[in-house]
């Protein structure tokens, strides 16, 4: 009995120790494909949850509550065969400290995804190895999670998971699904999210994202004053990296996530703040222009 007891410890132990890097809601949806087995994408659903969940992705030991909250919806549109394709929508939130707030870093839609995927197959995955389509999607999207996430606690702290996912486009570069390469789509695809983030010419994203989280909404529950004003001065290095080359992939994604996070916290702004931000803003987001007049009507 007491040999058993030592061993469920030991187990609990190995299973602590092996903590997951992630805490993802992970779906899919096959509602468009007519006739198709259910059973078969719930089954893959399960896989791919495991697959992200009960991996060690990360370098560091993370804690239970430092896990990476984010959410990766796989909306399948066709079927042909063993081959299917759709989309793919992205979401990473972060905590912010001493607060129950959780703030939207990431949140957009990969419009490229195609895989082959046979009923019952393991889902193998090898950091230099293109094993399949399938695990390099969202071993892909899992790095930059982490990439983003560590940037946004320390300066260039994601720089190690940014490398190993420009890897895995490199690793795509002779494939025939959509996504991985630099003439597709409009410069708004897989390699241009990592080119953009690797890219020493727009290293100020760096910047933004550190000086938005870390110094900004982090310290805004001591002093919303000097929060604010660190996430201005981020706003500024964004509209640095924009000046630069304008409608970057980067900072499309950046202003898509944060445009009414960045209305709500400067509404109680001072006037000058708010006058500098709604112009940033409009720079950053022309589109959009008229949404960042609510910020200049409450007081």
């Not at 007491?2 to 120790?17: D, E, M, P, Q």
């Not at 697959?51 to 239970?64: A, E, I, M, P, S």
């Amino acid at each position: 009995m007491k040999r058993i007891l030592l061993f469920v410890i030991f187990v609990c132990y190995l299973a602590g120790s092996f903590a997951q890097d992630f805490q993802c809601q992970l779906s899919i949806n096959a509602q468009s494909i007519a006739g198709s087995n259910r059973e078969k994408f719930n089954s893959l659903q399960q896989e791919l949850y495991k697959f992200v969940n009960d991996r060690k992705w990360c370098q560091y030991k993370l804690k239970t509550n430092e896990r990476i909250e984010c959410a990766i919806l796989i909306n399948l549109t066709e079927m042909s065969g063993a081959v299917y394709t759709g989309t793919m929508t992205i979401q990473l939130q972060r905590p912010i400290f001493n607060t129950n707030y959780k703030s939207t870093v990431l949140n957009f839609q990969d419009k490229s995804v195609k895989f082959t995927y046979e009923e019952g197959a393991p889902l193998e995955y090898a950091e230099n190895s293109n094993l399949s389509q399938l695990t390099s999607l969202i071993a892909y999207y899992l790095n930059i999670f982490l990439g983003v996430d560590f940037d946004t606690f320390s300066l260039n702290g994601g720089s190690p998971y940014y490398n190993i996912a420009q890897n895995i486009v490199n690793l795509n570069q002779t494939v025939s699904e959509p996504g991985w390469k630099s003439y597709e789509t409009g410069q708004r695809n897989r390699y241009w999210l990592v080119e953009n983030l690797t890219n020493a010419t727009y290293s100020k994203i760096h910047e933004f994202l550190y000086k938005y989280y870390r110094l900004g909404l982090d310290v805004m529950s001591e002093s919303v004053d000097v929060g604010r004003a660190s996430i201005l001065d981020a706003l500024r290095d964004l509209q640095k990296v924009n000046a630069q080359k304008s409608n970057i992939y980067i900072v499309q994604l950046m202003v898509l996530a944060k445009s009414d996070e960045i209305v709500n916290i400067f509404s109680e702004a001072p006037e000058m703040e708010k006058s500098e931000v709604i112009k940033l803003m409009k720079q950053l987001d022309p589109s959009n222009s008229s949404k960042y007049n609510a910020i200049s009507k409450t007081n």
